[in-house]
């Protein structure tokens, strides 16, 4: 069901790789509620994913992008507010890669060079993209602004290794910038805590599927899904949240606040 939330609104959506990532599923739902889209993800994640057939669905030009290179992201906010004719009204980062764990090396044995890398795609190009707007003006006034974490940026899961890290930094990136945007054009800026979800890069997490089993049971509410958390993104880039900034927001069905549920004390008795 469309609400027209986003009537007139004009967006960048980065990350959209296949059917199964949160960007594209977020991506279908702006469209449905209204917004005009211009899709980027990096030259190699194109040539691995299918986002021009995102692109047809919901009419939005395709810009190449690496978010570590300050000259692509420039080259593509000004495609982007060419295209638009104006200004951005809202952004989704949903970029996350560690080299570390492709390649399977722990938190205790980290390649100190992988890791540099880990961080500035995984958490710096959030900075990136927010200073190449900042510079050029691409954000319009009120304005919105969402990253994708998760919470193993304050508690620890082993198997998540360099992530972790990353993502605390992703989610300090979005309060500091936010203060500055917030203040300069009333642009809000936060970070949503999704639930374990079963994408293409989170399925390379090792013992994921497990994982996700777990954290279902502890949740009051079950996990959320990927189209719950479009919606999610989705409220956030309306006028319904104007005053949400600096924020991070857990989207996990409770799992957040949970210590343990019969269920989870069920199956560890088996």
């Known amino acids: ?4 939330l986003l009537k007139g609104k004009k967006g960048i959506i980065f990350g959209a790789l296949d059917e199964r990532s949160i960007a594209w599923k977020t991506a279908l739902r702006c469209h449905e509620e209204g917004a005009e889209i211009v899709l980027s993800n990096a030259p190699v994640a194109m040539r691995m994913g299918e986002i021009n057939k995102l692109a047809e669905k919901v009419g939005a ?5 690496d978010a570590t290179s300050m000259d692509d992201l420039k080259k593509l906010f000004e495609e982007a507010t060419k295209h638009f004719n104006g200004g951005v009204d809202f952004v989704l980062h949903s970029i996350g890669m560690s080299l ?3 390649k399977g090396k722990g938190y205790t044995e980290l390649d100190y060079g992988f890791n540099q890398k880990t961080l500035d795609i995984s958490a710096m190009s959030l900075h990136r993209v927010l200073r190449t707007a900042w510079d050029m003006d691409a954000i319009n006034e009120w304005g919105s602004v969402v990253a994708l974490t998760y919470i193993a940026a304050q508690r620890v899961f082993p198997d998540y290794s360099e992530m972790a890290d990353a993502k605390a930094l992703l989610e300090s990136v979005a309060r500091s910038f936010g203060y500055h945007y917030g203040t300069r054009k009333k642009v809000r800026i936060n970070t949503i805590s999704q639930s374990p979800t079963a994408t293409t890069a989170g399925s390379g997490v090792k013992g994921f599927d497990g994982f996700i089993d777990y954290a279902d049971k502890m949740s009051p509410i079950g996990n959320a899904t ?9 409220s956030l880039f309306s006028d319904l949240t104007r005053m949400v900034t600096m924020q991070n927001l857990f989207h996990d069905g409770g799992f957040s606040f949970m210590g343990v549920t019969p269920l989870v004390i069920e199956k560890m008795g088996k």
């Not at 069901?1 to 027209?4: E, P």
């Not at 030009?61 to 992008?65: E, G, H, L, W």
């Open 1 to 4: 069901m469309s609400y027209n």
């Open 61 to 65: 030009p395709v810009v190449a992008a």
């Open 100 to 102: 570390n764990v492709r």
């Open 226 to 234: 990927g189209e719950q958390c479009a919606d999610y993104c989705v």
